[in-house]
């Protein structure tokens, strides 16, 4: 892998695992372009998701410190027979969301997992779920959004939205897109919406990233590629800041709409291509 690849790879991961329009869609056709398989670049795959992973912890971190903090809380109360006191402790029921969230996506995830990874190397097939999640993007700005908060959020919309989080493991999909939609369509504040996907990726990317890393680190990397491996994280993880901080303003200030539009006309240009070449 050249340095061009990897800077090329890793900005598309950090602007695409946080922007509503596909990490996975776009890094399949980028590794079709390349004539890059996956699994020979599993390892460097990998550690993009680290960068990633880095960049919304750098973000987030006062907020995540608050729900370690309250996890100690929480277990000192379970301990004493307070019990989780959901109601008193809105940190403590945000935690308990995202834990409600996150068990459908992962059960997804392990039991459809590598039935959907044969379409990684279909791009008519990707184009097309392009054409979904803006689909989606236009739905959740047209119907979506509301002022529930925290206080309102409830175990259903929280299992439905990991639910929605699970089905993008479909290369096209996109992870926040989906779960921007289905947060607004559960009527979440926009800001308070955009925050809960946020947080809800952090285990999902961390669960992401343990289960491959030791078949990454068993394909191993040559020490000539280190370089290229390093270059590719520090480019993930400072577009990933970028994306995050764009997503927060355009959520907030209804833009989904022009993320549909770019969708639109990527799925249009690979099909052409794909028929054409």
């Known amino acids: 892998m050249t340095y061009l690849q990897a800077v090329i790879l890793g900005l598309i991961q950090g602007l695409a695992e946080f922007l509503p329009i596909s990490s996975s869609g776009h890094l399949a056709l980028l590794e079709n372009f390349f ?18 992973l880095l960049s919304v912890f750098v973000v987030f971190w006062n907020d995540i410190w608050e729900l370690l903090k309250e996890l100690v ?4 109360d379970l301990c004493t027979g307070k019990g989780l006191r959901l109601d008193e402790r809105p940190v403590r029921k945000l935690g308990v969301m995202i834990i409600a969230a996150c068990i459908p996506t992962a059960l997804i995830g392990v039991l459809f997992g590598d039935k959907f990874e044969y379409l990684y190397s279909k791009p008519i097939a990707i184009a097309i779920m392009f054409i979904v999640t803006g689909l989606l993007l236009i739905a959740a700005e047209t119907w979506g959004g509301g002022k529930r908060t925290i206080t309102n959020l409830n175990f259903r919309n929280s299992i439905f939205i990991g639910i929605v989080q699970g089905i993008a493991i479909i ?5 926040s897109g989906s779960t921007l939609f289905a947060s607004l369509l559960c009527k979440l504040d926009r800001e308070f919406a955009v925050k809960f996907v946020f947080l809800i990726s952090i285990p ?3 669960g992401s990233f343990l289960l491959e890393l030791p078949d990454g680190i068993k394909q191993g990397v ?10 590719g994280v520090i480019v993930a993880f400072l577009s990933g800041l970028f994306a995050v901080k764009v ?7 209804r833009k989904l709409k022009y993320f ?9 240009v690979v099909i052409i291509y794909t028929l054409v070449k």
């Open 260 to 268: 549909s539009y770019y969708l639109f006309v990527l799925a249009l």
């Open 73 to 76: 809380l929480t277990i000192k």
């Open 247 to 253: 997503m927060l303003k355009v959520v907030t200030n």
């Open 204 to 206: 999902t990317i961390l």
């Open 171 to 175: 290369p096209g999909i996109s992870r």
């Open 35 to 52: 004539g890059i398989s996956e699994n020979s670049i599993l390892f460097f795959a990998v550690m993009l998701h680290f960068g990633t």
């Open 222 to 231: 040559s020490g000539s590629e280190w370089g290229p491996v390093i270059v």
